[in-house]
């Protein structure tokens, strides 16, 4: 399971230095290196938004643990890496930044589309305490039913009864019965991607 992959890199009791990354540090980086093909390590602390040795640890446990090569011109996933992004791909086909300040989340909004994770939220509280955590300031999660965002626990249309965006932008990602799409909002970009990466964690 691509989850288990993920959490190997951060273990406590792996040995060499301490991991001072999260999980959701793992999938960013995994991401981005499969969305670009190689990257070097400074492109990946900019990326990650981590200091030289925490992306040197983390391009260290990613090789332990066989998911990526290092070349030359920086890392490349390996033929397990590549393995693990098609399947991260498939769950997270869309992500990116929004439109939301009328869901009071913060300045800087992120969303991120999780295919067929309904069954997998309750009340979206999970999703936002783990975004919170993450550092984003609130989340805020919907599922997608009979072609509509709807608030868990109540079914509320959260177009019909709420601001337009930011799902008039979701909406363009095609959206299929079941999905999930969680929003998150901070005064950065950066910490509402890594909120709304955290979130997904709680859902894959």
Known sequence: MVLDSLREVTFAD?????????????LKAVLAIGESGSVGRGKLGTVTGLGQGEVRTLIKRLKDNQLIVIEADGCRLSAKGQKDYADLSSLLPWSGPV?????????????????????????GIEQRDAAIK?????????????????????GTDCEKDGPSEPWITVRKAQPHDGDVIVVTGSRSDSDSENGALAAVLTLV
């Open 14 to 26: 792996y040995r060499g230095p301490r991991a001072v990354f999260t999980q959701a540090d793992v």
């Open 99 to 123: 439109k939301a300040k009328t869901l009071a989340l913060g300045e800087h909004c992120w969303a991120v589309l999780i295919k067929r994770a309904a069954k997998g939220v309750r009340y």
């Open 134 to 154: 993450a550092g984003a300031d609130g989340a805020f999660t919907s599922v997608f039913r009979s072609g509509k965002f709807t608030i868990p626990g109540e």
